[in-house]
């Protein structure tokens, strides 16, 4: 079991920087593969990040490929996501999610933990 937690969310303007952290507890951290989705109103959940156990693999949506990184610091047992070049367009609810498969993985069902959702907003 790993529980997970998001902070750095909040309200900023088209074209600012936002970092996102994700705090894992519980079972060792390295073991777990880690992700980002987010939730727009009226829309279903989307793959945003992932993240392998090591952190040396990373994959990313096209949407925020080239402006959104993922990293880890398992010592820390925290996974950041690090949003630039912000646009209206990814302002949605984030959320940080585990896995214990290996290989990185795109879709949410494979994820077996899920924190709470952290809000970002981006005004225009």
């Known amino acids: 079991q790993v529980q997970l937690v998001e902070s750095g969310g909040g309200l900023v303007q088209a074209g600012d920087s936002l970092k996102l952290s994700c705090a894992a507890s519980g079972r060792t951290f390295s073991i777990y593969g880690a992700g980002w989705f987010r939730q727009a109103p009226g829309k279903a959940r989307e793959y945003v990040a992932a993240?392998?156990?090591?952190?040396?693999?990373?994959n990313y949506a096209d949407s925020v490929k080239g402006r959104f990184t993922i990293s880890r610091n398992n010592a820390k047992n925290t996974v950041y996501l690090e949003m630039n070049s912000l646009k209206p367009e990814d302002m949605a609810v984030y959320y940080c999610?585990?896995?214990?498969?290996?290989?990185?993985?795109?879709?949410?069902?494979?994820?077996?933990?899920w924190g709470q959702g952290t809000q970002v907003t981006v005004s225009s």
């Open positions: 993240i392998s156990r090591s952190g040396y693999g990373t």
């Open positions: 999610a585990a896995t214990s498969r290996e290989e990185i993985v795109v879709v949410s069902t494979a994820y077996g933990y």
